[in-house]
């Protein structure tokens, strides 16, 4: 079940990849593209294996949530 999952999130970040590819001329907006989706699907892929980490809200809150302290 997770090894379709896996082999899904793959497909769609491929295709994702190489539309943005396809339709971009610049060099950078390709591989910014391409890392930004990398990225986020090796998030969803640990996501299938460790559904309790910590979302993103959660990180920031963590990273800024001294900063807010420190200011107030």
Do not use: N
């Not at 896996?6 to 971009?24: F, N």
């Not at 060099?27 to 559904?51: E, H, N």
């Amino acid at each position: 079940m997770k090894l379709g999952s896996i082999l899904g999130i793959l497909m769609l970040a491929t295709a994702i990849v190489y539309g943005e590819w396809k339709s971009s001329k610049e060099k950078r907006a390709r591989i910014l593209s391409a890392g930004v989706t990398a990225v986020a699907a090796v998030i969803g892929i640990i996501l299938l294996f460790q559904p309790r980490l910590p979302g993103p809200t959660q990180f920031v809150k963590l990273v800024f949530g001294s900063v807010d302290k420190f200011i107030k």
